[in-house]
């Protein structure tokens, strides 16, 4: 890269990624016990239709060398010198290769077919169990970190369980095969050749390891590589805005490099393995055709079974590479398995009853009741809060950032249970009732509002997935939305990505609004956009407001002063604790922290 710019090392020092460790664990019955279950549903079909094809192929490659030596060599050439009986075992190697062939088709898409079906499983299985997870499984860890697991470490598996289970049977069955016909064959020959057995394990051992580890650091560099860019990527308009894209060009630069020496490291280890195998083979047949021919020549030994010997020999190598290669493979197998366990074995924190109490359709009467809370067990987010909210009220929270507000939001929805006292609604513990029921009843309004890929349709509808147009329309008509839709190049037909980003922020809360409003909820809540927005937008999202929030009891993170003065009640929080409620008008005469409060924001608009 060129240097044409001076880096300052500290803000090189600011890339900081947490990649996985480098795991080379004991081999673990237990888990792969465990793991070995997901075959359980194939039982019946795939996996013995497999295990059927590989006895086939198997056999058939163990019967083969007999045939050419012992029978064809031996028998029909040179005992009895018949063309005839020759042309019989010739017929009938054909016919076993045919068969064979077609074993090894099915052999082939049924070991895949079942291999493939298990990860399908796998992952079905881990994104329903993470789905169900609490959110502060989510606070601690990245989205990134969690679509690794669910990707990559099962894809890891995947070849364990095409290949592998499959393949250790008929290597293990080959193996066996083969070492029992050489030693009918030639027991002294069998043990001369055995020789470089030791060799070949020495080679299969030490070297594997090595170069196991070196595709395992490949990795790491490699994710390593996924996370820079991947932040990178995210972050594209704050490091342009920045002008920080020479650091991050000079960070990629070297990671790229690392990765890449990695990858050089990793492929020259195993460019070694093969030769060296080879050279154990060579070994091999030096000392088969050595002693064979010696034992030829002594008489112990005829031609046609020195002839099957080779090819068994030959067939003796294969397996044991192959096993060798598998143990590597299970080893592998073994880290990701423990990762995506460790996932399985994550409980909600949150989880309903073995039988709840139904709700039914609520009022919408809340009240937390000395309530206590803590994200982290050490430091209290909500400190001993005692409140009310009547049934279609109009409720304000205010307060500093990182009093409390959000985190009671977060207690209504029971996204986490209360350290002490108790939240109900219509009287009852959040904890006795149904949370299908709970949440079905409750909208969350966020500031940020997350925006699905598809259709702006589509995105309204997620609020009520049963309702048809013409229902999303008059949701987005009743809250004003439907102005900027309509003047979007498809209308409701609008693809919009992700993150919403050809959405302005006053549009995509006038369309979560319109979501929140077609899911009909008895209790919304909503934390108010702080971001500043033009006056004729304000005006809309008020009148939007007023629509929504009709007949619902409603929970407001306010900012707004129009908001927070048409509220019935407002409650001032602090460091966790209500320190003041009462309307507008009580809270302004009492000339608390909210007239504090709101007085600050008047200068501040002043000033703008
Ligand atoms: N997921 C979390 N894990 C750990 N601590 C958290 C988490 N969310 C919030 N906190 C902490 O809990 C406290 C209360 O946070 P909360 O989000 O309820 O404040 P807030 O009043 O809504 O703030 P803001 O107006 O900035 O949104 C803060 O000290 C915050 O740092």
Do not use: C
Not at 107 to 126: A, C, F, P, T
């Amino acid at each position: 890269m060129k240097k044409d710019k001076k880096l300052n090392p500290l803000v090189m020092e600011r890339f900081h990624y947490s990649t996985e460790q480098l795991i080379d664990k004991p081999f673990n019955w237990k888990q792969l016990y465990r793991l070995l279950n997901y075959l359980g549903p194939y039982v019946k079909n795939l996996l013995p239709a497999s295990i059927i094809t590989v006895l086939i192929t198997t056999a058939i490659r163990l019967i083969i060398p007999i045939m050419i030596g012992v029978y064809a060599l031996e028998k029909a050439i040179k005992e009895e010198k018949s063309i005839s009986y020759l042309m019989w075992i010739v017929g009938g190697i054909a016919v076993l290769y045919v068969i064979n062939y077609v074993a090894n088709i099915y052999r082939i898409k049924w070991s895949n077919e079942l291999g493939q079906k298990v990860i399908y499983d796998l992952r079905k299985h881990l994104f329903t169990h993470v789905q169900g997870l609490s959110h502060r499984f989510f606070d601690q860890r990245s989205a990134g970190s969690i679509l690794v697991r669910i990707m990559n470490d099962t894809n890891s598996l995947q070849d364990l369980f095409t290949n592998g289970v499959i393949n250790v049977f008929m290597d293990i069955l080959m193996l066996f095969g083969v070492i029992v016909i050489l030693f009918t064959l030639s027991p002294q020959l069998t043990l001369a050749v055995l020789v470089v057995l030791p060799l070949m394990f020495f080679i299969s051992t030490t070297l594997r390891k090595s170069i196991r580890r070196s595709w395992q650091y490949m990795r790491l560099k490699q994710s390593k590589l996924n996370s820079h860019l991947n932040e990178s990527i995210q972050g594209i308009r704050v490091t342009q805005s920045f002008t920080q894209e020479h650091e991050n060009m000079a960070f990629f630069d070297g990671v790229n490099t690392e990765n890449f020496e990695a990858w050089r490291l990793a492929t020259k280890k195993s460019a070694m393995f093969r030769p060296l195998v080879d050279i154990t083979n060579a070994v091999g047949t030096g000392v088969l055709l050595w002693y064979g021919a010696h034992l030829i020549q002594s008489g112990s030994l005829s031609l046609g079974q020195f002839v099957s010997f080779a090819f068994y020999i030959g067939m003796f190598w294969e397996p044991i590479s192959r096993l060798g290669q598998l143990y590597n493979q299970l080893l592998m197998a073994m880290a990701s398995s423990e990762r995506i366990f460790e996932y399985l074995d994550e409980l909600p924190i949150v989880h309903e009853k073995e039988k709840p109490l139904p709700l039914g359709d609520i009022k919408g009467h809340i009240q937390f009741d000395k309530v206590e809370f803590s994200y982290d067990d050490k430091r209290k987010a909500l400190d001993g809060i005692s409140l009310e909210m009547l049934p279609g009220q109009t409720i304000a929270l205010v307060g500093h950032t990182g009093s409390g507000k959000s985190t009671i939001a977060n207690l209504i929805t029971r996204f986490y249970d209360p350290t002490a006292g108790s939240v109900r609604i219509d009287g009852k513990d959040l904890r006795d009732v149904s949370l299908t029921e709970l949440r079905r009843q409750i909208s969350v309004v966020l500031q940020d509002t997350f925006i699905f890929s598809g259709t702006i349709m589509e995105n309204i509808r997620f609020g009520n997935p049963a309702a048809t147009d013409e229902q999303v329309k008059a949701a987005a008509e009743a809250i004003g939305a439907d102005k900027f839709i309509k003047k979007l190049p498809m209308g409701y037909e609008t693809e919009v990505e992700e993150r919403g980003n050809i959405l302005s922020v006053g549009e995509r809360q006038l369309l979560s609004f319109a979501r929140a409003l077609l899911a009909d909820p008895r209790i919304i809540i909503l934390d108010e956009a702080t971001a500043s927005i033009d006056t004729e937008t304000e005006v809309q999202i008020q009148a939007a407001l007023q629509t929504l929030l009709k007949g619902r009891t409603s929970i407001i993170i306010a900012h707004r002063l129009s908001t927070i003065r048409d509220s019935d009640k407002i409650f001032v929080l602090q460091q966790g604790e209500i320190i003041e409620e009462g309307n507008h008008d009580e809270l302004m005469e009492h000339q608390g922290e909210y007239y504090r409060l709101i007085e600050a924001q008047f200068k501040v608009m002043k000033a703008i």
